[in-house]
Structure formats: C-alpha cells, structure tokens
C-alpha cells in the first residue's frame, strides 16, 4: 500500500541548498575570489579554459560541504577556505578530464571546453588546476587533510578507469557499478565534508561521520543524476536528456532495465549500447523499457536508501544550524527528480 503525503509534508521532504548557500555566503565569497586568483597565468589559455567551466554555473555544493563542516566543528580560522577551493578545482579538473574521455559536447547548458580549445588543452588546463589544488592544500598545513584529499585524488582516477573498463558492457553488475560512482563521484564528496572536521581538530567520532555523510550524500547525488538523465529536462541536467545512452554509458536505469528485460530486450541493449544504434527512436524504445520495468523509480528508489544513510549518519552530531543545512541538501539532491 502506498504512503500518501501531505502537500505539507511533501514540501517538507522536497528540501532546499537555499539554506546551505546562505550560511557559507561570506565564506563562499572568499572562495569565488581565490579561485579566480589560482585559475590566473602568464599562459593565456589557461585562464580561458578554467574560467569557462568555473563560470559555467555549477551550484559549488562540495565546496560548501567544506566549509559548513569546518563551521559546525567550531573552525574559526581561515584554512577552509583554501581547502573548499581545492575541492572545488579537483571537480573541475576531473570534469575537463571527464568530457575528454566521454567525448562530451555541451556541460552545464554551454559547450565543452574540448569542443572549443581541442581535448589536449582541456586535459592539460585540468592538470594545471590539480597542481593549484595541491599547493593550497600544503598551505593549509594539515598533513591528515592533504592525506585526505590526495588519497580521493587517487580514487578518483581508478574510477575513472574503472569506468573505462566497464564502458559498453552490459554485463556490468549492479554492485561493480556502485563501485564506479563511490570511486568517480562520491569519494570527493566525502574528502570535502571529511577535510572540514579535520582542520577544526574535531573527534573521531564527528570526522567519521561527516566522512560517511558525504560518501553517501554522493552516491545518492549521482544515482539521481542517472535518473535525470532519461526521466529529467535539459534545463535540469544542463546537458541533452539522453547524452548517457548516446554515449553508451552504463548506469543503473540502464543496468536495471537490462536484468529484468527478455532475451529479445536484451538484445537491443547490446545492439545500443555496445554498437551504437542509439538514435532517437532508439532512445524512445530505452525510455519505455525503463518505464515499464520500473527502472528508472528503483534507481531513485535506491538514491533514497544512501540518502537515508547520510542523515543518520548526521543524526548523533550536535545540533547546529550547519548541521540542518546539510540535512536539507540530502532531500534537495534527491527532489531534483520530482
């Protein structure tokens, strides 16, 4: 039997970053100005390129995950900023990095960089910023932090790879593909919610949870965006409702509709996915199947689960207003889908 929801309630649980936004608004400013600081160069490309995505218009949100956990952990000096700008410069290179390998042509509503100055400049700009993320960590001189963040680095790049390996394979599994996106989108959602509590000299108790906050709070953001991508808009996604079908991305609508689909369905799958008949009709038929196998609701279904990991994970911290805001970003990225 189904749960019917108030319009009260259905607010309620709709959430909003407005609050989040609101609470890191100074520190944020002081992040915007160092992050066109450390994007500037002799080298004129450089600047053009960064600045291109880094305007694009993305929310920020890992950022502000440093920042409001550094907050609610009592940090009164001026370290996190740095470190929010780090994160924020390790997304962007691994976006620059990521429209190269995915072949990429429109991000955030505008055309990729690699469509604009060549794949070449768009790997090595990405490189540069890395190199950036990396001083202003050392500066920061937090040796568990740098650990922190170099480590999701690393992770980040196996899961990059990992995604490789797994490209066009419809025999992908549900938990090798979990993998993928806790290495590739989660691991730099939990270094930045993680890196805030370790520089305000919080307890373990507190690191570890806002570690697990951020981990889950990813793997739910991405599963959402494997929703969006055949069940949402254009606006909402800032790219073509469908890009990951025509790229022949494996995600979990896809990987669900697959499993549950007969051998003749499986069979345009394949011919889709792993030989590109992937038009538009092509994509038409994909949407039905997913609509009739339920593929795409169990995946939100799913981001729904990890979503309620990363709010007990929050549950045995202090109540702060901090502390609400992040809450309120768990239900925010999940009602994107609504």
Request: proline share 2%; aromatic share 6%.
């Amino acid at each position: 039997m189904g749960v019917v929801l108030s319009l009260d309630e259905k607010k309620k649980h709709e959430g909003s970053i407005q609050p989040l936004v609101d609470l890191t608004k100074a520190d944020m400013g002081r992040v915007n100005e160092l992050i066109l600081s450390k994007a500037g160069s002799d080298v004129e490309m450089i600047p053009e390129v960064a600045n291109h995505l880094i305007s694009s218009g993305g929310k920020r949100l890992r950022p502000m995950l440093t920042l409001a956990s550094a907050r609610m952990c009592g940090y009164e000096g001026d370290g996190h900023v740095k470190l929010a700008t780090s994160v924020e410069f390790m997304h962007t290179a691994t976006l620059l990095h990521d429209d190269v390998v995915d072949e990429s042509d429109l991000r955030r509503g505008k055309s990729t960089a690699r469509t604009i100055w060549g794949n070449q400049a768009s790997v090595l700009v990405g490189d540069f910023l890395l190199g950036q993320a990396f001083k202003m960590m050392v500066d920061v001189g937090s040796l568990e932090a740098l650990d922190v963040l170099a480590t999701s680095a690393s992770i980040i790049a196996e899961g990059e790879v990992m995604q490789l390996a797994a490209a066009k394979n419809m025999e992908t599994t549900e938990d090798e593909y979990l993998a993928v996106i806790k290495a590739k989108t989660a691991a730099l959602f939990s270094a930045a919610a993680e890196v805030g509590p370790i520089i305000a000299g919080a307890s373990r108790a507190d690191r570890v949870a806002l570690r697990s906050y951020g981990l889950n709070l990813g793997l739910a953001f991405q599963l959402v965006d494997d929703a969006l991508d055949y069940g949402g808009s254009a606006r909402d996604l800032g790219k073509n409702v469908g890009d990951d079908f025509r790229e022949g991305k494996i995600t979990m609508p896809l990987l669900l509709s697959y499993r549950r689909g007969t051998a003749e369905e499986r069979t345009f799958w394949k011919k889709s996915i792993e030989e590109g008949a992937n038009d538009d009709s092509a994509l038409e038929k994909a949407i039905g199947l997913m609509t009739r196998y339920g593929a795409i609701a169990d995946t939100v279904q799913r981001a729904r689960h990890f979503g309620e990991i990363a709010r007990d994970a929050l549950a045995p911290l202090a109540a702060t207003p901090e502390k609400d805001a992040l809450i309120d970003v768990i239900d925010f990225c999940i009602s994107r889908v609504n």
